[in-house]
T-cell receptor, first 108, second 114 residues
């Protein structure tokens, strides 16, 4: 059974700080990794995807992948109150396996 | 910007009734998916669909469920005889030319079975 694990949080950070969200996965053969943001009662919204080891930056967001450690992370720089949401890590290709999500609260 | 749309946004039904949830994927996408999320739980994969047939399904997707692409734009999920435990948000998603590409999610249908 492929699994994706996330700390449920909540992770609380002050406005302007860096938020660090982490995810581990069980299937060593996984090739595609995604971070989605989900506001309460809404659908998952894609933030970033990463396929290769290392860092990938997009604006305030940086995804980091370490396949040897089966670890994916998301850094949010200059966190804003509007970033407060649940962040879902998803792994896979044809079928996405989601973690339970980490609740992020950004305090102004 | 192209987006996945779903109808209805909310559906209330009686246990044992049939429901059909509708989705219009992004127009040039070839892979279509259904996921569900029970309140407070993980998003769970139900089924993927490509080239007019199911490419993968989960153990949740039993004989009560079926999917169809009745025309060039719609993608439907039918639940034949709803159970209380089918109450959930149902999300449709689509992705582009190759399996494994980024999946874009619709706004969801909230299904409540009474």
């Amino acid at each position: 059974q492929k699994e994706v694990e996330q700390n449920s949080g909540p992770l609380s950070v002050p406005e302007g700080a860096i938020a660090s969200l982490n995810c581990t996965y069980s299937d060593r053969g996984s090739q595609s990794f995604f971070w989605y943001r989900q506001y309460s009662g809404k659908s998952p919204e894609l933030i970033m995807f990463i396929y290769s080891n290392g860092d990938k930056e997009d604006g305030r967001f940086t995804a980091q992948l370490n396949k040897a450690s089966q670890y994916v992370s998301l850094l949010i720089r200059d966190s804003q109150p509007s970033d407060s949401a649940t962040y879902l890590c998803a792994v896979g290709g044809n079928k996405l396996v989601f973690g339970a999500g980490t609740i992020l609260r950004v305090k102004s | 910007e192209p987006e996945v749309t779903q109808t209805p946004s909310h559906q209330v039904t009686q246990m044992g009734q049939e429901v059909i949830l509708r989705c219009v994927p992004i127009s040039n996408h070839l892979y279509f998916y259904w996921y569900r999320q029970i309140l407070g739980q993980k998003v769970e994969f139900l089924v993927s669909f490509y080239n007019n047939e199911i490419s993968e399904k989960s153990e949740i997707f039993d004989d009560q469920f079926s999917v169809e692409r009745p025309d060039g734009s719609n993608f439907t999920l039918k639940i034949r005889s709803t159970k209380l435990e089918d109450s959930a948000m149902y999300f449709c998603a689509s992705s582009g030319l190759q399996g494994g590409e980024t999946q874009y999610f619709g706004p969801g249908t909230r299904l409540l079975v009474l």
